[in-house]
Nanobody, 126 residues
Framework: VQLQASGGGLVQAGGSLRLSCAAS????????MGWLRQAPGKEREFVAA????????SYADSVKGRFTISRDNAKNTAYLHMNSLKPADTAVYYC????????????????????WGQGTQVTVSS
């Protein structure tokens, strides 16, 4: 299984980025997908998740209204559109996958994700 995250970079506060997560080695359309992040000196935290069908999404309060998670099952790819970025959003962003049988209540706990990508750095300057 490979989850390849890309799209990170350096952006000014108020700017936008789109992260992508290309999946291989698994049946992507049967997996829930999540984005989690880890800032220096902090624990890994939930950012957003989407269920296998794309019908159900969930967001951390800190990103609601600014970030949008989506997926294209035909391309085996999940996305995180990030707008109105803040310096507090600076972190390494990871995409991760969990079983489709997990309900949305299991989105937020990092331990519920079986597969992880390598992470992509997002740096927001003030």
């Amino acid at each position: 299984v490979q989850l390849q995250a890309s799209g990170g970079g350096l952006v000014q506060a108020g700017g936008s980025l789109r992260l992508s997560c290309a999946a291989s080695g698994l049946t992507f359309s049967n997996r829930n997908m999540g984005w989690l992040r880890q800032a220096p000196g902090k624990e890994r935290e939930f950012v957003a998740a989407i269920d296998w069908s794309g019908d159900t999404t969930s967001y951390a309060d800190s990103v609601k209204g600014r970030f949008t998670i989506s997926r294209d099952n035909a391309k085996n790819t999940a996305y995180l559109h990030m707008n109105s970025l803040k310096p507090a959003d600076t972190a390494v962003y990871y995409c991760a996958s969990q079983s489709q049988w997990y309900g949305s209540r299991r989105f937020t706990n990092p331990s519920n994700y079986a597969y992880w990508g390598q992470g992509t750095q997002v740096t927001v300057s003030s």
